[in-house]
């Protein structure tokens, strides 16, 4: 065992070594031409789904879904979420119902065999603002804004050594709403003197891959009414917004952490049960 | 084992039995999501609901929907065959039970009880699948008049009661609705 | 199968009856019961048992996933999506079947480095090691075509980066290339085939852990000091002993792949998977699942023609001379002396070269430029010099430990050593069947 120690540590030495001298190497890069993105890190937010006995706040995803429905949808679609699942946030089932029913679907063809639009019912996903994705690239200046249903799952800025071994016994799993939080938050920062945007884009340094994208800032505060009290942020809207994209893109999160909690007790009490066993059959041989 | 006798093996056997029992709990637990993965899912018992415009339905028209899968009958009936199936006396069915799921379950299988109900008896809305073994039955044929199953020879009159062959139940009546006067909700 | 002298005796009728027809319960007697092995084995010696686990764990949550999965471009993506939301414990299922892979290889290289550092390649064992890496490769390419299935943005890359590994052959190669693509590009036949043969491939490590066993049961198993079993006390018999010793060791691993499955199920994935794949819009940065990533760190470090063969093909080459190389491995280890426990120097260089392993890994994710690409050259250097230098040349000037005269003495010796509470006389009678 000692020995096994021994490798490790000149191992460890030799990591440290090579590590050190790459980094510095990825950190000498100029201000104005950044050359990695995002050109900042999301700083870390606290979620209530976070941590092994992580749930959803029901009325932040509330409150997300309104800023969603009143500001994200007009032009990002989120195909893979159906309106039943919004029961999950704490609708009854009339209310998803009615919910759903402020929507429009196509539907067909119907005995004449056309295609017509009817009331969205609980079993429709959410209907795309634009008829296609050509569609939704032309009205955007060529760049078709990402479906939603997943993009809390989808972009998380790379952690780097050695923080992403510490993510595994942190159970950091929150990089997607930490990243669409600090985006939105993002916009007010001023480019680097000397750095060029290209026209037609906006300036975000938390943006994933490059120095600006084409969404330019689509929040500002007071722009959605909280029933709720609570406050009437950027800052707060996208919070909210990113804890309901996390639930749009892990609506089963709650059920895995709970499951896992006692799946974990359970393997942790059956490991000593058979580590108690082979003791006791191996009690009368020397090994 | 005969060099541990010296343990006592009341607490070596319990210790034995415990972690069996625990592997064979833990072996259960493991089993479930592998059967509960074959269950229908969220989306499709959620699709159990459908609304059907009838209004283009004059009598002596039917019309086949698919619903849960499986086509489902609704005919606009002839008085003629509103009349045939109401002279049937009960004693003469095969099956005397309604099998309509919007009435209790022992309710008889009377032409009324068959139909829509009160004013509505022209309307007949029943899962078009042979109580036999599942074909869909071919309409106004056989020796009633009604529905006859091509693959083994049931015929059914035209309230969709059995009367003749292998199946052993009338056709099933699933729950429906008139939410208005052209428009039926099934399920 | 242990050397022919079976000590099966069926005691009822039926088994008597069974056993003059299909000797069954006597294979498995012999195999898994009175099958003997030596009693000093470590937790090292567990993994092929978690190995085992983990192909049936894969092979069960894979046919299942198979109910629900849709082969075909357009609809693939979004059946993955509806196991992972409609279908009841779909979530639970698609994330074993995830984290089971990589679980898969975090085994694998564990049993593997074992094999490495015990000697367990040496004569007469040979045959096993081959057929291991047989299975290791077999492991790579179901990996592989599993990761497409899903048609998210890494596996579409990633297919189209690895089947253009064959391009760099000359004359054929766009030809191979085409065969395995089934068009010009990855499309839906890609995706299609790659299923099929995802289905077939577990069944095939199956039949090859099956000769894997078998060849082991011949030869009998190493041990941490690699001498070889000389008499019944060097031994116990496979159960109960080494069945509960690979139960417990099982269980602590099913605790951490379930770690992972629960709280991090996303952690050893790439976020760009839940992209849909886009066959017009390349990821700023592909990278393999990591069990790939230093072979592709190897691929990626020739960026020099070497005489006429040009930098691609070369890299192809490295790559997959990189796990060429493990089937000399019997035949490049000059030693006389099997396990590192009595090799000081094959015991640096090993573990140097499992840092450099794991570093090649680290160098792999990297984007490949500037120092990265460097550090990548020396690494492969490294790599290739451990098999085809330090293994040759050190079994013939190192000077090996004194080594113990037999698996009971080493035993003794070291219980001696750590002051232990055994009693001699119950540590030389084990009960041995076999």
Request: proline share 6%.
């Amino acid at each position: 065992m000692k020995k096994i120690l021994n490798g490790l540590a000149a191992f460890g030495l030799v990591m440290a070594g090579a590590l050190g001298a790459a980094t510095a190497a990825e950190e000498a890069h100029n201000a104005a031409e950044p050359t990695h993105f995002p050109i900042m890190k999301p700083t870390q937010e606290k979620w209530s789904f976070s941590g092994p006995f992580g749930t959803y706040d029901r009325a932040q995803l509330q409150r997300g879904l309104k800023v969603y429905k009143e500001v994200c949808s007009a032009c990002h679609s989120m195909d893979l979420v159906a309106f039943r699942t919004l029961a999950d946030l704490g609708y009854s089932e009339e209310q998803v119902k009615a919910f759903a029913a402020e929507y429009e679907v196509e539907d067909g063809p119907n005995a004449d065999g056309e295609m017509f639009t009817r009331k969205a019912g609980p079993n429709d996903h959410f209907p795309s603002p634009f008829p296609n994705e050509a569609a939704a690239a032309a009205a955007n200046g060529g760049a078709a804004p990402p479906d939603m249903s997943l993009l809390a799952k989808a972009r998380a800025v790379e952690r780097g050594f050695p923080t992403f071994v510490f993510d595994i016994f942190t159970q950091y799993a929150e990089g997607g709403p930490d990243y669409i939080h600090a985006l939105l938050t993002g916009y007010d920062h001023e480019p680097p003197a000397g750095m060029e945007v290209a026209e037609g884009t906006h300036y975000n340094p938390f943006f994933i891959a490059g120095k600006s994208l084409a969404m330019a800032k689509p929040i500002s505060d007071g722009q959605v009414t909280y029933d709720d009290g609570s406050p009437e942020t950027v800052d707060q809207y996208s919070r909210d917004v990113s804890a309901f994209l996390m639930w749009a893109a892990e609506p089963h999160l709650e059920a895995r952490k709970q499951t896992g909690f006692s799946v974990m007790v359970f393997v942790l009490l059956f490991g000593a049960l058979v580590y108690l066993t082979k003791r006791k059959v191996w009690s009368n041989v020397a090994h | 084992m005969s060099a541990n006798d010296t343990i006592d093996p009341t607490r070596r056997d319990f210790l034995y039995v415990a972690t069996g029992m625990a592997g064979v709990v833990g072996a259960a637990a493991v089993a479930w999501p592998f059967i509960d993965q074959m269950r229908p899912d969220a989306s499709t018992l959620a699709a159990s609901s459908i609304e059907v415009d009838v209004s283009s339905l004059t009598p002596g028209m039917s019309l086949t929907v698919k619903w849960r899968g499986k086509p489902v009958f609704i005919r606009n009936r002839t008085p003629e065959e509103i009349k045939s199936a109401q002279e049937v006396p009960l004693a003469e069915l095969k099956d005397p039970v309604a099998r309509n799921a919007n009435l209790s379950g022992d309710a008889q299988a009377t032409d009324i009880d068959r139909s829509a109900g009160d004013g509505k008896e022209n309307w007949l809305v029943m899962v078009g699948v042979c109580t036999h073994l599942g074909c869909v039955p071919l309409g106004q044929q056989g020796d009633f008049g009604g529905w006859f199953c091509p693959c083994h020879g049931s015929h059914y009159d035209t309230a969709g009661r059995i009367r003749k062959g292998p199946a052993p139940e009338n056709m099933a009546i699933p729950t429906f609705s008139f939410i208005s006067d052209s428009t039926i909700r099934i399920g | 199968m242990s050397g022919g002298h079976s000590t099966y005796s069926p005691t009822t009728g039926i088994g008597r009856w069974m056993d003059a027809r299909m000797p069954l319960p006597r294979l498995i007697h012999d195999s898994f019961i009175s099958y003997p092995v030596p009693r000093n084995l470590n937790y090292a010696y567990t993994f092929g048992g978690i190995l085992s686990l983990m192909l049936a764990a894969q092979i069960i949550t894979g046919i299942v996933l198979a109910m629900h999965y849709v082969s075909d471009t357009t609809l693939a993506f979004q059946s993955v999506e509806k196991i992972m939301r409609d279908v009841n414990s779909g979530w639970l299922l698609r994330y074993m079947h995830a984290n089971g892979a990589s679980f898969f290889f975090i085994a694998v290289y564990i049993h593997i480095m074992r094999g490495l550092y015990y000697g367990s390649y040496k004569a007469p064992r040979e045959l096993l090691w081959i057929l291991g890496c047989i299975i290791y490769l077999l492991m790579m390419a179901t990996g592989f075509m599993g990761y497409v299935l899903p048609w998210g943005q890494m596996s579409f890359w990633g297919a189209t980066v690895i089947t253009g590994f064959f391009t760099a052959i000359p004359l054929v190669g766009d030809w191979i290339q085409q065969l395995l693509l089934g068009g010009f590009a990855v499309d839906n036949p890609t995706l299609n085939r790659f299923f099929a043969l995802h289905y077939l491939l577990p069944f095939m490590i199956a039949g090859v852990v099956v000769l894997h066993v078998w060849a082991l049961h011949v030869v009998g198993q190493t041990n941490p000091t690699g001498i070889e079993v000389k008499s019944k006390t060097d031994v116990v018999a496979f159960t109960p002993y080494a069945t509960i010793k690979d139960a417990f060791g099982m269980i602590v691993f099913v605790f951490v792949f379930a770690y992972f499955i629960f709280y991090i199920p996303n952690f050893l994935g790439h976020p760009d998977n839940y992209i849909q794949a886009n066959s017009l819009k390349t990821p700023a940065h592909i990278v393999p699942e990591w069990y790939y990533l230093p072979f592709y760190a190897i691929l990626r470090a020739i960026t020099f023609n070497i005489g006429p063969i040009d930098s691609k093909l070369g890299g192809v080459i490295a790559m997959f001379g990189s796990i060429a190389v493990l089937f000399f491995v019997p035949w490049l280890d000059t030693s006389k002396v099997r396990s590192a426990v009595y090799r000081p120097w094959y015991k640096l260089f090993f573990w140097l070269f499992v840092a450099n392993a794991i570093f090649l890994g680290w160098l792999g994710s990297r984007p490949a430029e500037g120092s990265y690409v460097i550090m990548a050259q020396f690494s492969t250097f490294y790599y290739f010099a451990f098999f085809l230098i330090i293994m040759p040349v050190l079994g013939l000037i190192e000077t090996p430990r004194r080594m113990p005269n037999s698996i009971t003495e080493a035993v003794l010796e070291k219980n001696k050593a750590g002051a232990s509470v055994q009693p001699a006389g119950a540590a030389a009678s084990p009960e041995v069947k076999g």
